[in-house]
């Protein structure tokens, strides 16, 4: 077999996006099963839509993923330049060449011209527009006497209207269009730049590109790819098309979808591990055998076949994300989970006053409810809030018979030297023997009178976490209002 050789090509036009981060994934993970290599390379020619920083910033990003290019513009291999603004000699040498080999010809028609061509097809009832090669057979008078006129030509691709252009698709299987319905297409601006569609093509060939995976919006690109490569003589990459991501609407994802976070970065900003992130795109179109879910980037590697890509759109569920999420925090070493946690509690929370065991033991205690490390803030929040009791809880620990047992615990606990949760807890139990209370009766008072809310962990935990002090004085305050 051939050396395995995929690529991703984002624009420089935007941060790393999940589609995109998708796209990245399944390449990187057809690279390193079947040994071969990842190639980024950066198609930066829209400058004015492309922003600064734009290409670290997809590659830093791609990087906090696990996903590392064999070959980049910052890390080249032979195959380079590896950003398109610095191959732009390159594509004109071979327009010339399609030229000469008369697949090609110079177009020199205006947009107003073209528009107007485009109007009169309508009018006449042709509903899809082909260009109407008024320039295929130029003189070489008429095409100084535009020059003269200060006109630039583009270069149009003269596409075989006989011809039907077939591929085998990894995802799709056979997909065929016929040339009939492709127009002569622009492959160099009349700004000397070349386009997408054939760019790519140079690029791919050059670089030896064995496959290309990338999002199904492609496919309507891959006949006019197609051409180029016949025209030229180069051997063909395999394409596999993937299928779309959706939202839990089952609508096509879109930049504008409030309903998801778009980019990688938000996810990091959020505290999300990068691994857990890893796991969960794996899942975005592809499946393995059974029914396990989580999986090491090593063990999804060495699964990884191109056989069990999805052939139907791919949701994007935030419940399984931070199903995954959660089961990679509570698997994850405490010490990284407690540097993560603590950061966003720092910028939330006077923590300061705090040591970090009381930290370590909160950021423990909480851990196995977080979906992301962020949500650590809304946990531990109530710690730092004033005593605030509702009214319609004080009338919930009456309805309990709560105070006889709030006035026994704090007599117990005033005398306790060590308030750490083992005591605490068998103080709990043995107060509820005493009084024969138990389960939610013995619990919920107790809750509701320290941290007046009705959920948190563990309660001999969180009691000790309070601390003795404010332990009594948040009971005491609750039996005067009781
Ligand atoms: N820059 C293109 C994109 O982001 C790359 C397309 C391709 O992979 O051929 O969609």
């Known amino acids: 077999m051939k050396e395995v050789r995929v690529r991703y090509a984002p624009s420089p036009t935007g941060h790393l996006h999940i589609g995109g981060a998708r796209t990245a994934l399944f390449n990187y993970l057809y690279a390193k099963h079947y040994n071969g290599k990842f190639i980024f390379r950066l198609e930066d020619t829209d400058l004015e839509r492309n922003i600064p920083h734009g290409e670290a910033s997809q590659l830093e990003n ?11 513009p910052v890390n080249p291999g032979a195959y380079g330049p590896y950003r398109q603004t610095e191959r732009l000699d390159l594509y004109r040498d071979y327009a010339k060449k399609l030229i000469e080999l008369g697949y090609a010809y110079e177009c020199y028609c205006t947009p107003e011209e073209l528009a107007e061509a485009r109007n009169q097809q309508e009018a006449a009832g042709k509903f899809s527009y082909r260009y109407n090669r008024k320039c295929l057979d130029l003189t070489t008078e008429q095409k100084a006497q535009y020059i003269a006129e200060g006109r630039k030509p583009a270069i149009r691709f003269k596409v075989d209207v006989d011809k039907t252009y077939t591929w085998h698709d990894i995802v799709r299987g056979e997909i065929s269009v016929p040339g009939k319905d492709i127009s002569d297409w622009v492959i160099i601006k009349s700004n000397g730049i070349a386009t997408y569609n054939f760019a790519v093509v140079i690029d791919d060939a050059l670089m030896k590109i064995s496959h290309v995976f990338r999002g199904e919006e492609h496919i309507s690109n891959t006949p006019k790819q197609i051409m180029i490569y016949e025209a030229l003589n180069m051997e063909l990459p395999a394409f596999g098309h993937l299928t779309l991501i959706v939202n839990e609407e089952r609508k096509k994802l879109s930049k504008r979808d409030e309903t998801i976070m778009q980019f990688i970065s938000q996810y990091r900003d959020e505290g999300y591990l990068p691994e857990a992130m890893f796991n969960f795109f794996s899942l975005l179109g592809w499946s393995p055998e059974g029914e396990e879910e989580i ?17 139907s759109p791919s949701m994007f569920d935030r419940k399984k994300l931070f199903w995954i999420d959660n089961q990679y925090i509570q698997k994850e070493d405490l010490i990284t989970i407690s540097e993560m ?28 409810q977080l979906n992301y490390c962020k949500e650590i803030i809304s946990l531990v929040k109530p710690f730092f809030e004033p005593f605030n009791i ?7 620990i009456n309805e309990l018979n709560g105070k006889e047992l709030l006035i026994a615990i704090k007599d117990k606990f005033e005398k306790m030297d060590d308030f750490e949760t083992e005591i605490i807890k068998s103080t709990i139990k043995e107060t509820g023997k005493e009084l024969s209370i138990k389960g939610k009766n013995l619990f919920m008072p107790i809750r509701i009178a320290v941290s007046n ?7 001999p935990t969180v009691l000790e976490l309070y601390g003795k002090e404010q332990v009594i004085a948040n009971i005491e305050k609750t039996i005067k209002l009781l």
């Open 390 to 396: 509702k009214d319609e809880d004080l009338a919930f």
């Open 295 to 311: 999986f090491s980037k090593e063990e999804i590697i060495t699964m990884f076949d191109e056989h069990r890509l999805s052939k």
């Open 453 to 459: 809310e009705h959920h948190g962990g563990d309660l």
């Open 341 to 368: 946690c603590t950061k966003y509690l720092e910028a939330e929370l006077p923590i300061n006053s705090k040591d970090e065991g009381w930290l370590t033991k909160i950021i423990a205690l909480f851990r196995p």
């Open 62 to 72: 791609l990087e906090w993923l696990g996903i590392i290019p064999d070959e980049s």
